[in-house]
């Protein structure tokens, strides 16, 4: 019913920068929120940020002050500001949705396949 495509995964230095998008499409009546989640190998899949109307977020405390992610509710994207990149936030990194659609279930979260990020000391 809905479609996530992420972009914009890449290896960059440390101390560098990445903006990473999200394009939802489909049956989509309401998008609720919108997150990005990473999941880094032997980890779990962890919130990186999330966010409701833009004025409204979440961040990891492992991100706060480098991360910024931000929604654009026309377009039903979402973005996600990476500045001052570490290695360890290298993982591969999910979008989320939680989608009203109009037809059945009515609403559910819908994911992306990932974009992979590479942060190199």
């Known amino acids: 019913q809905v479609q996530l495509v992420e972009s914009g995964g890449d290896l960059v230095q440390a101390g560098g920068s990445l903006r990473l998008s999200c394009a939802a499409s489909?049956?989509?009546?309401?998008?609720?929120?919108m997150g990005w989640y990473r999941q880094a190998p032997g980890k779990q899949r962890e919130l990186v940020a999330s966010?409701?109307?833009?004025?409204?977020?979440n961040y990891a405390d492992s991100v706060k002050g480098r991360f910024t992610i931000s929604r654009d509710n026309a377009k039903n994207t979402v973005s996600l500001q990476m500045n001052s990149l570490k290695p360890e936030d290298t993982a591969v990194y999910y979008c989320?949705?939680?989608?009203?659609?109009?037809?059945?279930?009515?609403?559910?979260?819908?994911w992306g396949q990932g974009t992979q990020v590479t942060v190199s000391s």
């Open positions: 989320n949705a939680l989608v009203v659609t109009h037809a059945s279930p009515y609403i559910g979260h819908y």
């Open positions: 489909g049956n989509i009546f309401i998008i609720n929120s």
């Open positions: 966010t409701i109307n833009n004025v409204s977020t």
